[in-house]
């Protein structure tokens, strides 16, 4: 539970957004163009793979029985009466004494029970123009073939029927290649969530505007709309507004029956001039914390749209709920290591679970951290950090910059490679403690 200043933990508010995130409907669509979409059904294999089975090597399918007594004293002979490339439909009978010449990947002839490599018979030249591809006459073995070696089952990987992949799991490229390989054309997947970003505040230009006192570029659109589309997501609309309230009236209508979710940064808090507050929930209290009932965290499958003190830092203040039109809304903090540190949190997991994600929320691993820093006492922490250890070492980190987690260092936010995560319980990490930490890129 968290403590009083503060309504919700990281978990409590986490939990709440899984609860409330609204499944989208699921699609059929050629594998071609699921890349990226999560399952919405099991995936099941509609071939044996391999389909039948096959040689792992370019050599000679023998008869083992017949190599039993070749050694280099006693070489053993075999007449090649077939060539058999990938792609045959060949099925050649061989006789005792018989062999085919066949490549990877292609169908063993049913007679045959071991593959022996071109370079374990004799005869083969690498060097010779022609080596490998003409066809010799005879082959001559020197050693017995092993039945059963240098095949490739059929089934073995995978059998018909059986599950490729479960529902909840992205489509990333080694999925869905193994899903074309097990014969599947098209899949169940959740629709990909069309999103609104919208930075609210008077103060902000568009990047690379000039700025007069008191202004600044927003950068916080442009974080978030990256954010979204890297996880699956669809930017339907990415703007910003001033603090006139009816500036993200519009936005919000316009958008209606063409978004699904809406993310606002900005006027979260408890200024005069929060127009987000004001916007999506004009009575709640911001900054004051009523007591609960209870003490604890609002009923998560409340979906009124309301703004809690979230034990963390950054990201204090945080509004999640759902529109009357039961779109999901998250009222991000506007400082842009909060929104950054807030979108990971919270929105990151309720986009997945939207699309119907089977583990919605990110792991965090553990890893030596290289310095020290304070945490404030009460709020769980996250901190830009980035990796210091060499490649190929055990990971240790350091913070991204010598001021921590400031919620405004949005410049600063570009030396991190990831985030580092510390306990509420905690008020100073020290040089050589384990920490959790998450890689946002390699
Ligand atoms: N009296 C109190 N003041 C504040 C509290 C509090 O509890 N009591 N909480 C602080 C914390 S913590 C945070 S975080 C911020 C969050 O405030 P808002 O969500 O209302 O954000 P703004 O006031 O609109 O902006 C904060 C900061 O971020 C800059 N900003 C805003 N939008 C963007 C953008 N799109 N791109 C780049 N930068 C942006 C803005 O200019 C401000 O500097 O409130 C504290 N105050
Ligand atoms: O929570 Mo605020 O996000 O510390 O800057």
């Known amino acids: ?208 505007e000039s700025v007069r006192r008191g202004q600044i570029p927003d950068s916080n659109s442009l974080l978030l709309a990256s954010l979204v589309e890297a996880g699956g997501g669809l930017v339907v609309h990415r703007g910003r507004v001033s603090d006139d309230p009816a500036e993200l009236q519009t936005v919000l209508q316009s958008t209606q029956g063409a978004s699904d979710a809406v993310i606002l940064t900005g006027g979260a808090s408890v200024g005069a001039h929060d127009v987000a507050r004001l916007v999506l929930a004009p009575g709640s209290p911001g900054g004051t914390v009523p007591p609960a009932p209870d003490g604890g965290a609002p009923a998560p499958e409340d979906p009124t749209v309301r703004f809690d003190r979230v034990a963390v830092q950054p990201g204090k203040p945080q509004g999640f709920g759902l529109l009357p039109d039961g779109r999901a809304v998250w009222s991000l903090p506007g400082n842009p290591v909060s929104a950054w540190v807030s979108y990971l949190l919270f929105v990151e997991p309720g986009l997945l679970a939207m699309q119907g994600r089977d583990a919605p929320v990110a792991p965090w691993h553990p890893v030596i951290t290289e310095e020290g820093w304070r945490s404030p006492p009460g709020r769980e922490q996250f901190v830009p950090a980035r990796v210091v250890s060499a490649p190929g070492e055990p990971l240790r980190i350091a913070q991204a910059t010598e001021r921590g987690s400031g919620s405004h260092l949005a410049g600063r936010m570009a030396r991190a490679t990831g985030l580092a995560r510390v306990p509420a319980t905690t008020d100073a990490v020290s040089a050589g403690d384990t920490v959790l930490y998450r890689a946002l890129e390699a």
């Open 1 to 208: 539970m968290a403590e009083a200043r503060y309504r919700s933990t990281v978990e409590d508010h986490q939990h709440r957004v899984l609860t409330l995130a609204p499944l989208l409907p699921a699609d059929t669509l050629p594998l071609a163009e699921a890349a990226g979409l999560t399952l919405a059904a099991d995936a099941n294999a509609t071939l044996d793979l391999p389909p039948w089975d096959n040689s792992a090597m370019d050599g000679y399918a023998v008869r083992s029985e017949d190599t039993t007594r070749a050694s280099a004293q006693a070489p053993v002979r075999l007449d090649l009466i077939a060539e058999l490339p990938a792609g045959t439909e060949a099925d050649p009978a061989l006789a005792p004494g018989q062999a085919a010449r066949i490549m990877t990947g292609a169908p063993m002839p049913t007679d045959a029970d071991a593959v022996v490599p071109l370079e374990d018979a004799v005869g083969w030249d690498p060097a010779a123009p022609t080596a490998g591809t003409e066809t010799p006459v005879h082959v001559e073995l020197h050693h017995p073939a092993v039945a059963g070696r240098h095949l490739r089952r059929r089934g073995e990987d995978v059998r018909a029927g059986e599950l490729v992949s479960p529902a909840g799991r992205p489509l990333t490229p080694h999925r869905l290649s193994a899903l074309a390989a097990a014969g599947i054309a098209e899949v169940r997947v959740r629709r990909r969530p069309r999103v609104v970003v919208v930075s609210t505040g008077s103060e902000l230009v568009a990047p690379g």
